[in-house]
């Protein structure tokens, strides 16, 4: 699998309600450990209150077998995943 950067990918994740409608809490397993952060609910492969989906991001970086993907949202880690080429590809969601 190529994983260029520019492209869109989508990464599992478990999802909460917010206080605001439009928002939810997404919280996903990294290579570099869980993610938690506030997403517009339009991030979302489907607009669920809670459950399990997938948030969108975007590829910045590939190269040396290495990715690194943007993820939306606001957080208190970074906002990005970096991690080997063969750890994306078993995270990501056709």
Do not use: H
């Not at 997404?26 to 948030?55: F, H, K, N, Y």
């Amino acid at each position: 699998m190529s994983v260029e950067p520019g492209t869109k990918v989508w990464i599992p994740c478990d999802v909460r309600r917010s206080v605001f409608p439009d928002e939810r809490l997404v919280r996903l397993e990294s290579p570099t450990g869980a993610w938690d952060g506030i997403v517009d609910v339009r991030q979302l492969r489907d607009e669920i209150e809670e459950g399990r989906t997938s948030i969108a991001a975007t590829v910045i970086e590939s190269s040396a077998g290495r990715v690194s993907a943007r993820l939306p949202g606001q957080t208190r880690r970074n906002t990005y995943l970096t991690g080997t080429l063969a750890q994306f590809e078993r995270m990501l969601v056709p």
